[in-house]
């Protein structure tokens, strides 16, 4: 009865662990829906997708976690099994979209990102089209960044009127006519600096996923147990 219980307890902590990385894939989802929405004009649509992609990832996985942790507490080998077989699904999928992305398309990807977001920040700072404006000062207000590739940009930006200036979201302290003084201003381009808040965030997921798929192995393991357990308890009773 008590090695019962320990495989119990086990798998409601690792498939609690589970639920909660469920839950943070759809709060960095919705958190970088938005982000990634104010990055549409540098990045293009594709980061929007992915983080719809958590979202989804995230309600499957506590919808998974839920059916788990009641077969768990009604002692149901069917529900566990069903759980147990989408768990296996779900690592497998995991290896086998991971293992195609980096093998197959992660340079190629990166490399297409790169020269977007440089081609699309340039041309966004060199029109500086009034549909587009809102969005760039928000982003360098954002990344405390100025420009394109750094700040004398503005100075040939054809949508700028003040060529000896750049916009007041430039700014370290952002305050009315700041933009004048070059002593105020963020000097470096907000090309890079859009790439380095992409990485951070992709580390970040990263790590969220390989400790999804770290507790979906333990989750499996001793789901297994557990449904042996049950099984083993229920032929007891009946004897």
Partial sequence: MCKFCSFKCLFVFFNTLFLISGIALMVIGVLQHSTYSQFGNFTGSSLSKISIVLIVVGVSIVLVSLLGHIGAFMENTSMLGSFICILIVILLLELLTGGAFYILHSRTALLKMNSDINTKTREAIYKYDPENRDPVNRIQEKLSCCGADTYTDWYRSGGW???????????????????????????????????????????????????????????????????????????????
Avoid: H
Wanted: include cysteine.
């Fill in 161 to 239: 009127a003040k060529q000896d200036a750049v916009p007041d979201s430039c700014c370290v302290v952002k305050k009315p006519g700041c933009g004048q003084q070059k002593e105020e201003i963020n000097k470096k381009g907000c090309s890079m600096a859009i790439k380095l808040f992409l990485l951070k965030n992709i580390v970040w997921v990263g790590a969220v996923c390989i400790g999804l798929g770290i507790t979906a192995v333990f989750g499996v393991l001793v789901g297994i147990c557990l449904c042996l357990n049950i099984k083993r308890k229920n032929y007891q009773n009946l004897d």
